[in-house]
């Protein structure tokens, strides 16, 4: 049975939609959640791929929060390594920097249900494109990457022109969040921190718009996810049968 790491920030921000698709295809999901045990050390080289979620600090914090440089190495290391990596914001910025692009602070962060249109490449590419030519998705970032020269854009939005993209065959970086369901949904609009960055906005956007904007656009997006992810799994080894004895550790 193959085996996914899994890096994490804060429990607010899980895998969401992809951790049961996960399981279904008879991968094993190794988590390492660095705001419970900031010191880890995981040995990447025993994994079949890695997914970087994202969390509510940037890259520019690394002095103060030396598990993201372990993170960039165990991204660097899984490049090296030619394994699937899928970062999702802040993990898609982590994957730019490794590759040596910037992250800039948005001007106005991007929260909410935004519209993302795909490039020319991004239409081709064997993963992302179930999205299709434009698609509304949900947001949720102060701060962007740069795509990394090595690498290929994917996808744009009015506010933010670095949506998505691909380095090599099957590492991915998307800002947006495919995962999220309307439970996680209104678990972020709980979270008070996040509260105060949605307040920020006052009046672009606010808790009755985004779930009304949920209750329209929130079945789509699911559907399109669930095809992007299995893409993404497919990288990762195709799906296991259920029955299959569990491998031991």
Known sequence: MSRLLVFQHVAA????????????RGHRIRFVNFERNPDAQPDV????????LGGPMNVEDQA???????????????????????GICLGAQLLAHALGATVKRQRTPEIGWHPVRTTE????????SPLGDAAPVFQWHG???EVPATAVHLARSDACEQQAFRYGANAYGFQFHLEMN??????????????RELEQLAGSQDEARIRTDTRRHIAGMQARAD?????????????????TLPSRE
Do not use: S
């Not at 921000?13 to 996960?22: A, F, K, Q, R, V």
């Open 13 to 24: 921000e899980p895998l969401g939609t992809l951790d049961p698709l996960i399981r279904r």
């Open 45 to 52: 080289e025993r994994y079949k791929g890695l997914v970087v």
């Open 64 to 86: 103060r929060r030396p598990h993201l440089r372990t993170e960039l190495a165990a991204i660097e290391r899984m490049l090296e390594l030619g394994r699937p990596v899928l």
């Open 121 to 128: 490449a991004g239409r081709a590419d064997p993963v992302l």
């Open 143 to 145: 701060c962007h990457f």
């Open 182 to 195: 309307p439970p996680l949904i209104e678990r972020w609009l709980a979270t008070p921190a996040y509260r």
């Open 227 to 243: 095809a992007v992810f299995n893409n993404f799994l497919d990288l990762a080894g195709r799906p296991q049968r259920r029955h």
